[in-house]
């Protein structure tokens, strides 16, 4: 475990930690584990919608929850929204058998702090409940991966979808080249050179220049494949 989140347990120390899950072999077993690093910790069990209720209604000074989506009584992402409308000091972080990037994604976007798949060994899920309780978002790192991937491919879809000149041109906005200079340059009028900015920001999806030098910044561009044309 990274030495600074450490030292941020011990400051923290959390005083009670909920955890909401219906398979006990699971729930022993990350319990065995965690009570063994967070010695100071109150440990509250739920197995089902109805036990969680009372002891987020009895508990609601928790430091956190581990939530498991598919507790019985669960409908969906629905526990998870409930929580957060109602109790919303208290941090949520879902431990789930699901790992898919449709549900990470949806659980994030109900407020979740964040996303442990089961399959996640109980050191990193420790190093997660670490995080969340410091104010971080923990997310698994195939998921982040994903997310930057999914993120490049689709900057990089848009930069493709350029015409030869129109990526000219770009590069030459990369270069800070006010419109004059680069019509001068392409030996076409400075208008022209406004009606390909305007077309180059909408296949882009960015307002203006300084959006568009950042949008091929963040693939570090010295070349691209575009459309001829």
């Not at 319990?31 to 197995?47: M, R, V």
């Not at 996303?115 to 997310?139: E, M, N, Q």
């Not at 990089?156 to 041109?169: E, K, M, N």
């Amino acid at each position: 475990m990274d030495e600074s989140l450490f030292r941020i347990l011990v400051m923290i120390q959390p005083e009670k930690i909920i955890i909401a899950d219906d398979h006990p072999l699971f729930r022993q077993a990350l319990l065995g584990t965690l009570k063994a690093k967070l010695t100071y910790t109150i440990w509250l069990e739920a197995q089902t919608i109805e036990e969680l209720e009372q002891q987020l209604t009895n508990h609601n000074d928790s430091d956190l929850l581990l939530l498991d989506l598919n507790i019985p009584g669960a409908h969906g992402f629905n526990t998870l929204i409930h929580v957060r409308n109602h109790f919303p000091q208290i941090p949520v972080v879902i431990v789930s058998a699901h790992e898919d990037h449709d549900t990470i994604s949806k659980a994030m976007s109900y407020g979740a702090a964040g996303f442990v798949p089961k399959s996640t060994p109980v050191d990193d899920i420790y190093s997660a409940i670490v995080a969340v309780l410091s104010g971080s978002i923990w997310l698994p790192g195939s998921f982040e991966q994903k997310q930057r991937d999914n993120n490049d491919k689709g900057i990089a879809d848009r930069v493709a979808s350029l015409t030869q000149q129109q990526y000219r041109i770009l590069m030459m906005f990369a270069q800070g080249m006010l419109n004059k200079q680069i019509a001068y340059d392409l030996n076409v009028s400075e208008a022209t050179i406004k009606a390909h900015a305007t077309a180059i920001f909408r296949k882009l999806d960015v307002r203006n220049r300084t959006q568009a030098v950042i949008v091929i910044a963040q693939l570090n561009l010295t070349e691209a494949g575009f459309q001829q044309g």
